[in-house]
Nanobody, 126 residues
Framework: QVQLVESGGGSVQAGGSLRLSCTAS????????MGWFRQAPGKEREGVAA????????YYADSVKGRFTISQDNYKNTVYLQMNSLKPEDTAMYYC???????????????????WGKGTLVTISS
């Protein structure tokens, strides 16, 4: 079992920045795919970014490329999501997710992630 705990959400104005953190505990392995997903009210959960902790390869949704950066600190078992130039449409509950495999081309698939955090709310005002 892997436990994931997110932190760092909050409310900022458009154009601002936030950094989300996800700390993993339990049966963690170096070769995990860890990702950030988000779900806005009335919408489906979608993949935002992912990182393969075994080699550092990163993946991004087109909507956040150039604005969000996912990174890792393996010593702390923590993955970060630096979010810059935030837009009102980035408002959502953000979830950390993980699976004990590489990410692959379908990293954004909700159903392929085996572990989920409880989420942290991000609200962007215009």
């Amino acid at each position: 079992q892997v436990q994931l705990v997110e932190s760092g959400g909050g409310s900022v104005q458009a154009g601002g920045s936030l950094r989300l953190s996800c700390t993993a505990s339990g049966d963690t392995y170096s070769g995990n795919c860890m990702g950030w997903f988000r779900q806005a009210p009335g919408k489906e959960r979608e993949g935002v970014a992912a990182i393969y902790t075994g080699g550092g390869r990163t993946y991004y949704a087109d909507s956040v490329k150039g604005r969000f950066t996912i990174s890792q600190d393996n010593y702390k078992n923590t993955v970060y999501l630096q979010m810059n130039s935030l837009k009102p449409e980035d408002t959502a509950m953000y979830y950390c997710a993980a699976r004990s495999l590489s990410c692959g081309s379908n990293w954004y698939s909700v159903g392929r992630m085996g572990y989920w955090g409880k989420g942290t709310l991000v609200t962007i005002s215009s």
